[in-house]
């Protein structure tokens, strides 16, 4: 499994999680968990997807997820989770 942590933050608005899950669906990347809240009018989504399928490369998607967040008015970074669990230890 190619798993992937992607996180999304921003003003919270409709379709955010369409927009995402829409391009991830469409790449054949596989959504594994899903958490999202929203603090006061603030969005939060952290994601672990299964890249293993996806009809791109990992850096490919990632910069087009950043840009999809620019285009609807979020930020999304997307991390390796290797990366991600070696950023977080302590």
Do not use: W
Not at 40 to 60: C, K, L, R, Y
């Amino acid at each position: 499994m190619d798993k992937t942590i992607i996180t999304v933050v921003g003003k919270d608005a409709v379709g955010i999680i369409a927009k995402v899950c829409t391009y991830l669906a469409e790449r054949r990347i596989n959504v594994l968990d899903i958490s999202q809240t929203i603090v006061q009018d603030f969005f939060n989504m952290m994601m672990i997807a299964d890249m293993e399928g996806s009809t791109q490369p990992f850096a490919q998607c990632a910069k087009e997820l950043e840009e999809l967040g620019e285009e609807i008015g979020v930020s999304i970074k997307c991390q390796r989770e290797e990366i991600f669990k070696k950023m977080h230890r302590i």
